[in-house]
C-alpha cells in the first residue's frame, strides 16, 4: 500500500477504508516526549526510533497522542458493533432515520462461511471452514436480504417512518461512518482486532487501518510490533 488521502481500499464483499485525513508523525512522539527538556527537532535524529521503542515498552503512552487520523469506513453493522465498543476515538454515523437505503447492500461471506466449532470460548476461539453446502447458503440468504428490502420498501410506500421501516433490515446492512483516532488508541484496536481471536471480518478492517497507520508513523508501528502488539 502506498498511502493515498481519499483512495478507496476494498475490504469484504462491498466495504471500504479510506483515509480521509491525518496529521502527526513519529516526530511528533518524539517532540512531544523531548518537551519534558524544553528541546525540539524538526527531523527524526539518530536514536530517535530508540527512544521510541523505549517509550512503547515502558508505556509511556502519552507522547503517542499527538497526531490524528480520519477514516471513512463502510462496514456491517455487526462490525460497526464491534467496532464501536473502542471509545477513545470520534464517530459519526450514516443516519437510516434522515436517509432512505435506496439500494442497500449487506454482507454476505460467499466463500468464508464457518463452522460453529462447539469447544470454542473465549480467548481460544476456533475458526474452520463450513463443512456443508455454501451455495445453498448463499442462496437463502440472498434471498432473505431480498425479501427484507422489500420489506423495508413496502413499509416506507404505506408510509412508515424511516426510522421504524429500518427495523427489517438485518445486522448484515452496510453503514458507513468516520473513525477519527490517535495512535495510542489506534494501537490498543489493532492489537484486539488485527489478532487471531478477534472477529474475521473486523480484522479485515483493522488489517488496512494498520497498513494504512504504519506508512505515516514507522517507526512507531515498527516498535509496536516489536513490543508484542501491546498498546504504550
Ligand atoms: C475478541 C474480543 C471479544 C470481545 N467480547 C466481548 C463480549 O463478549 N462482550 C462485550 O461486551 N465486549 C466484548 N468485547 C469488547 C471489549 O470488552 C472492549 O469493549 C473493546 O475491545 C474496546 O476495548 P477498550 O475498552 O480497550 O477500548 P477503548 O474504549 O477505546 O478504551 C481504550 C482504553 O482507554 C481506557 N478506558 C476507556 N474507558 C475507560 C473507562 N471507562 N474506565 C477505565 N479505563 C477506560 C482503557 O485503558 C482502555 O483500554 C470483545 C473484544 C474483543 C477484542
Given amino acids: 500500500l502506498v498511502l493515498a488521502l481519499n483512495e ?20 511528533s512522539v518524539i517532540n512531544a516526549a523531548r518537551v519534558s527538556f524544553a528541546t525540539e527537532h524538526e ?25 490524528s487520523f480520519t477514516f471513512h469506513v463502510k462496514a456491517p453493522i455487526f462490525v460497526v458493533r464491534e467496532w464501536m465498543r ?18 442497500p447492500c449487506f454482507y454476505v461471506p460467499v466463500k468464508s462461511w464457518r463452522q460453529q466449532v462447539p469447544d470454542t470460548k473465549p480467548g481460544a476461539y476456533k475458526y474452520e471452514d463450513y463443512q456443508g453446502n455454501k451455495d445453498l447458503l448463499n442462496e437463502v440468504v440472498i434471498n432473505f ?3 427484507c428490502v422489500a420489506m423495508y420498501h413496502y413499509l416506507l410506500g404505506r408510509g412508515v417512518a424511516r426510522e421504524q421501516a429500518r427495523l427489517v433490515l438485518p445486522l448484515s446492512l452496510y453503514t458507513e461512518f468516520y473513525f477519527t483516532v490517535n495512535a495510542r488508541s489506534l494501537m490498543n484496536f489493532l492489537s484486539l482486532r488485527n489478532h487471531e481471536q478477534a472477529q ?16 505515516e508513523m514507522p517507526v512507531t508501528a515498527h516498535a509496536f510490533r516489536e513490543n508484542g502488539r501491546v498498546a504504550p
Fill in 8 to 27: 478507496e481500499i476494498d475490504v469484504l464483499d462491498h466495504g471500504f477504508v479510506k483515509l480521509k485525513a491525518f496529521h502527526g508523525d513519529d516526530l
Fill in 43 to 67: 527531523t527524526m535524529l539518530q536514536g530517535d526510533d530508540k527512544l521510541i521503542a523505549f517509550l512503547m515498552r515502558e508505556r509511556h503512552g502519552t507522547p503517542f497522542e499527538h497526531n
Fill in 145 to 147: 436480504n431480498s425479501d
Fill in 86 to 103: 473502542h471509545r477513545i476515538a470520534s464517530y459519526n454515523e450514516l443516519s437510516g432515520r434522515y436517509k432512505t437505503f435506496e439500494n
Fill in 200 to 215: 474475521y471480518e473486523i480484522r479485515e478492517y483493522a488489517i488496512v487501518l494498520e497498513e494504512l497507520w504504519s506508512e
